[in-house]
């Protein structure tokens, strides 16, 4: 069964830093594009970032320069490093399988920028 499990969400001020992590199971995550993708209140999900199988990063404009995605296959996990944070990047973040397209999504995890 494929499971993926955010955490790393909370609440910071503006210009704070944070770092999501995405745990992945069920599948061989090596081999598989992975992706963050937002969705703030009242508004429809947004692309963030991706990675692909061969390490390659891609980005947003609205994040790109503050957001640095990374994943370690040996432990099965993606991370978002967040900094610079503003009260517009508030929402609730998803890791996704896929990039274009995505098959499984985690739970998300819930960022709040705030002061």
């Known amino acids: 069964e494929v499971q993926l499990v955010e955490s790393g969400g909370d609440m910071v001020q503006p210009g704070g830093s944070l770092r999501l992590s995405c745990g992945a199971s069920?599948?061989?995550?090596?081999?598989?594009?992975m992706s963050w993708v937002r969705q703030a209140p009242g508004k429809g999900p947004e692309w963030v970032s991706s990675?692909?199988?061969?390490?390659?990063?891609f980005y947003a404009d609205s994040v790109k320069g503050r957001f640095t995605i990374s994943r370690d296959n040996a432990k099965n996990t993606m991370y978002l490093q967040m900094n610079s944070l503003k009260p517009e990047d508030t929402a609730l973040y998803y890791c996704?399988?896929?990039?274009?397209?995505?098959?499984?999504w985690g739970q998300g995890t819930q960022v709040t920028v705030s002061s």
């Open positions: 990675i692909d199988s061969g390490d390659n990063a």
């Open positions: 996704a399988r896929g990039a274009a397209s995505y098959d499984y």
């Open positions: 069920g599948f061989t995550f090596s081999t598989y594009d």
